[in-house]
């Protein structure tokens, strides 16, 4: 708890430093990564993270140290060149883009392990703590670090707000950006730089593979709570925020642990709640309306069954005869039944249970909704009436009261269904 | 049977253009008069979106060359409108109708600029045109295909262009949309607005459309519709490709290049 404090009281300026330079990367790589995941080209980008390793590789062999504006550089240099090589190949060949991107990201980042091994074997002190470009240090973020890669990072930040809605335009509907004289492939390349340079910035602190998890992981979680461009966005840089610092206290709490797989841990943490408990989209929202249909489902066939019955004999019926309708389903079928009597749709007297009022024009409803399908079938689908009853079953439970009027319009409001039972109107007695 | 036409706004002249290796348009020389409500029919596979996608300029051309209102078309790009098809986009994209409809107000905007509450407004008055104003706030993928097609073309109305073309309007639309869409394209043109159709339906193409472009690889006929629509050139459109043509572009995709390319 006190590390706790300590850590996000921000009293030392080394932890300024580093939450400083997680924030700018987290908030650059989750607004890249939105406009690549809506592009569909999340390949694209963890073939990036992947190909900016021999880069890094290259840059230390060249300079000698861990100078950042060599590694950048170099990172940026064969971060570029693979995405190069995607577009050229997979336009030129038959190859798939999927294909081309598989091959081109285990080409580069196979010459990027044997150049790490290379180095790592040549025992240069100056090299030491080398892997953590594979997995990331926040910790280790120096200040000569933060100016570099928090420049490159709030410079994709800038560019992407100057060209928010060109970039917007360009991913629905490319064809229309071109139509209206928007320089497109200019864009395209521009885009593309942006989100190498994303990945550049992630190198030191969360590794060069995992940086493709921060580019994709926030916009995916966040596109399940919104239908808006610009809340997602705010949303995926939420996430990518959360993670990042919490993976930077984690690598400040625990030394040895490395930050990127941290982070990579909270964000899927993110993702996963999401998809499990969004509104609407999650799973858990999706289970409840299924549910709440299943039961409405079955509270519509209690009050059908009772104004069948009352159809026949004019009368309620007992508890349990009402249960027995339902075999199997009796402790549900009572709760249900009283859900229905304190909704007022039911009245429970000593021994029959009758319809109220209310209740009986919810019950005329279905089955009229219901023998209106059945004519609607046999109409205009020409089914025999032996056919129609399994269909008419699902959707009495579905059809709104716009396309009841429809139906009734279509069919010239009809007497009979095509068993010859009367269908039920609220004006008859 | 090609009308000439004295002072065309559209002349595209000695167009051809191949996809990928494959040509799909050969020699095609026509021009169109201001103000029509033109037609491109012709079978499958005859390159009818190709053609517009070629005078819009979003495919390379082997040779040939367009000419709207007399000059090229980079220079008069905000005097015209293009509807691509429906399904060319990913209607999942998270945005509005609204949003969709505001792209077309984007390029008169120019960089950093946002589209802000003259834009807005137009954008709204757009989909009344269309019949859309209740749908206005509703994500794009909760809508029916015939919405789909309305919010494009009020996208194209927000352009405030003076050609518009465009790619099968008509397709996966229901009849009521299709007479909205038809009543305000015919509206248009009686401002003065000039607007190419793809369309995929002769026989209603005589009641939508006063001016016709019939196509099938090459050029079969242009111009007004009484006189074109004829059982014989609709006989030469629809009647199976031109055997030799079909064959050249067989023996070019053979090659491994394209010869045709300039």
Known sequence: MEEFIYFFSFKDPNIVLVVAGIS?????????????FLDKKALVGDAISHAVLPGVCMAFMFAGNKNPYWIVLGAFTTGAISTYCISYISTTTKLKEDTVIAAVLSIFFGVGILLLTQLQQTGNAALSGLDHFLFGNAIAIVWEDLIVYGFIASFVIIILLVFYKEFKLIIFNAHFAESVGMPVRILRFVFNSLLV???VTGIQAIGVVLMAALLITPAAAARFWTNKLHVMLLLAVTFALFSGVAGAYISYVIPKMPTGPWVVMVISFLAFISFFFAKK??????????????????????LKTLFLHWEKKQQGMTQGELINQFQGKASTTRQYINHLINKDHLSATEHYITLTPSGFTEAKRIVRLHRLWEVYLSKYLNLAPDHVHDMAEK?????????????EASLDYPATDPHQSTIPRDHDV | ????????????????VSYGKNPILWNIDFSLPHGVLAGIIGPNGAGKSSLIKAIMGLLDVNSGYVRIFDSEMNAVRKKISYVPQRESVDWDFPASALDIVMMGTYHKLGLFKRPGKKEKELAIKCLEKVNMSNFQDRQISELSGGQQQRVFIARALAQEADIYFMDEPFAGVDISTENTIVELLKKMTKDGKTVIVVHHDIHSASRYFNWIIMLNLHLVASGPTDKVLTEELLQKTFGGKLALLSDVGDLIKQKGFDPLKN
Do not use: C, N
């Open chain 1, 24 to 36: 700018l990367l987290s908030i650059s790589a989750a607004m890249v990564g939105t406009f690549t």
């Open chain 2, 1 to 16: 049977m090609i009308v000439k036409v004295t002072k065309p706004v559209l002349e595209i002249h000695d167009l051809t």
């Open chain 1, 197 to 199: 340079l994303a990945v």
């Open chain 1, 281 to 302: 989209k999650g799973m858990v929202s999706r289970w409840y309306s299924q549910r709440k249909y299943q039961k409405k489902i079955h509270m519509d066939h209690i």
């Open chain 1, 395 to 407: 959707m009495e439970h579905l059809l709104t009261p716009d396309l009841e009027a429809q139906l």
